[in-house]
T-cell receptor
Framework: KAGVTQTPRYLIKTRGQQVTLSCSPI?????VSWYQQTPGQGLQFLFEYFSETQRNKGNFPGRFSGRQFSNSRSEMNVSTLELGDSALYLCASSLSGVSYNEQFFGPGTRLTVL | EDQVTQSPEALRLQEGESSSLNCSYT??????LFWYRQDPGKGPEFLFT???AGEEKEKERLKATLTKKESFLHITAPKPEDSATYLC????????????????FGRGTSLIVHP
């Protein structure tokens, strides 16, 4: 069965712009989580969506937002980009999201902010 | 405050040289400790979940164990294809009495296995 897909894979933006990243979970998975990975901070949780509702949110500013559609596909948006937003953005899906056990990660979107 | 530390940060082994990676924690009410493997330029790949002290799980050359203070990922007779960064993760409680948890990842151990 197909894995988690993320688009685009690479993105270059300039400071002040906004960006939207997309994630398609494994078929049947209803929970989608987003993460930011940087060399300095490691892998950090952004937020999780389940059945179109945000259930949990990490410690990131309000410039980071997301949504989930009825088919479980999810998007995350970053407004007013800063240089420090350059990172690998990963999404992960799981069946129920009762816990964060056994998440399946996509390949990530590499965002570079100039 | 909940804290998890992975060690060593980096490990170089010769093919066939067994070793262990450590994930030590001081997490109150641990709900589960997870191990993931991440190859360069890819997303993490789930390996194991451990829930209680004494629990062990195995997969090919990998064996994960859990005590009340730490988890070990034992690698027996590693091969070059085992080279990757190994991450441990847990669920961190949001607030002192909240019922919500968020996944939190350690900084990882970068393993290189030389042929």
């Amino acid at each position: 069965k197909a894995g988690v897909t993320q688009t685009p894979r690479y993105l270059i933006k300039t400071r002040g712009q906004q960006v939207t990243l997309s994630c398609s979970p494994i078929s049947g998975h209803r929970s989608v989580s987003w993460y930011q990975q940087t060399p300095g901070q490691g892998l950090q949780f952004l937020f999780e969506y389940f059945s179109e509702t945000q259930r949990n949110k990490g410690n990131f500013p309000g410039r980071f937002s997301g949504r989930q559609f009825s088919n479980s596909r999810s998007e995350m948006n970053v407004s007013t980009l800063e240089l420090g937003d350059s990172a690998l953005y990963l999404c992960a899906s799981s069946l129920s999201g009762v816990s964060y056990n056994e998440q399946f990660f996509g390949p990530g979107t590499r965002l570079t902010v100039l | 405050e909940d804290q998890v530390t992975q060690s060593p940060e980096a490990l170089r082994l010769q093919e066939g040289e067994s070793s262990s990676l450590n994930c030590s924690y001081t997490v109150s009410g641990l709900r589960g400790l997870f191990w993931y493997r991440q190859d360069p330029g890819k997303g993490p790949e789930f390996l194991f979940t451990l829930y209680s002290a004494g629990e062990e799980k195995e997969k090919e050359r990998l064996k994960a164990t859990l005590t009340k203070k730490e988890s070990f990922l034992h690698i027996t007779a590693p091969k070059p294809e085992d080279s990757a960064t190994y991450l441990c993760a847990w669920e961190e409680r949001l607030g002192p009495s909240g019922g919500s948890y968020i996944p939190t990842f350690g900084r990882g151990t970068s393993l290189i296995v030389h042929p």
